[in-house]
C-alpha cells in the first residue's frame, strides 16, 4: 500500500509490479497561471489532496511542478510512460547512492529537460531492486 499526501503543486505516481503507472495525486489548478497553495497557507488542509492505493508497489515517485510537462500527459494528468519507466528501471538497479544521486542530478539538468521547463526540477524517486 502506498499513501500520498500533497498540498500545492507537482504530484505523485505509484508504479505497480507489474510495470504499470497511476497518478496518485495530480497538480492543483489555481485560478491563475503559476498560482500554488503553500503548506504554511491557512487553507493548505482544506486544499490537501491525499490518496492511498493498494496493491503490489514497483516503485513511487514524486516531484515539483517543474516536472510536469515532462512526467505527465496533460491536460489529464496521466503519468507518461517513456519519463518514468528508465527512471524506475534506473533505481531498482542502482547499488550506489551517490553515483545515482550524479547520474539523476546530471539528467535532471539536462538539456533535454532543461529546454522543457523552467522551473525546480525537485524528483523523489524510490523502487524496488531487482
Known amino acids: 500500500m502506498v499513501a500520498a499526501a ?3 503543486d507537482g504530484a505523485a505516481v505509484v508504479r505497480d509490479a507489474d510495470g504499470n503507472l497511476f ?4 497538480p492543483q489548478q489555481g485560478e491563475y497561471l503559476n ?3 503553500f503548506l504554511i497557507s491557512p487553507d493548505a488542509l482544506d486544499t490537501a489532496q491525499v490518496q492511498t492505493w493498494r496493491g503490489r508497489v514497483g516503485g513511487v515517485a514524486a516531484f ?3 516536472l510536469q510537462m515532462v512526467a505527465l500527459k496533460m491536460p489529464e494528468g496521466a503519468p507518461h510512460a517513456p519519463f518514468f519507466a528508465p527512471l524506475f528501471r534506473f533505481a531498482a538497479q542502482c547499488e550506489d547512492g551517490a553515483a545515482a544521486t550524479e ?4 539528467f535532471l ?3 533535454r529537460i532543461a529546454e522543457r521547463t523552467d522551473d525546480d526540477r525537485t524528483l ?3 523502487a524496488r531492486g531487482r
Open 124 to 126: 523523489l524517486l524510490a
Open 103 to 106: 547520474q539523476l542530478v546530471s
Open 35 to 37: 498560482e500554488t497553495t
Open 64 to 66: 515539483s511542478d517543474g
Open 23 to 26: 497518478a496518485l495525486t495530480a
Open 109 to 111: 539538468r539536462s538539456p
Open 6 to 8: 500533497q498540498v500545492g
